[in-house]
């Protein structure tokens, strides 16, 4: 799930991430937490300046390979950020 709140200011855009204990350990929540941060620098490009962006992991995030969470993330970003 992802959450888009156009901002006034001009400064780059942020982001931030909600992952709870459904879906895993400290250990697993760490490991989703990185692998979208990682994603999200990647998509940087295609997001406003100025945005926040908050996406929530879901517990299937736990089990999804590295592509498709990318899928995940990119189709997320440019629905909310047109």
Same mark, same amino acid.
């Given at each position: 799930?992802?959450?888009?709140?156009?901002?006034? !200011?001009?400064?780059?855009?942020?982001? #931030?991430?909600?992952?709870?204990?459904?879906? #895993?350990?400290?250990?697993?929540?760490?490991?989703?937490? @990185? @692998?979208?941060?990682? /994603?999200?620098?990647?998509?940087?490009?295609?997001?406003? $300046? #100025?945005?926040?962006?908050?996406?929530?992991? /879901? $517990?299937?995030?736990?089990?999804?390979?590295?592509?498709? /969470?990318?899928?995940?993330?990119?189709?997320? /970003? !440019?629905?909310? !950020?047109?």
């Amino acid at each position: 799930m992802t959450y888009v709140n156009r901002a006034v !200011t001009d400064g780059p855009a942020r982001f #931030g991430f909600i992952v709870s204990r459904q879906v #895993g350990g400290a250990v697993v929540r760490n490991t989703v937490r @990185r @692998r979208l941060k990682a /994603l999200c620098f990647e998509s940087l490009d295609s997001v406003a $300046p #100025g945005d926040d962006i908050v996406i929530r992991a /879901l $517990p299937s995030a736990a089990s999804a390979s590295f592509a498709d /969470l990318r899928s995940d993330v990119e189709k997320c /970003l !440019t629905r909310r !950020t047109r």
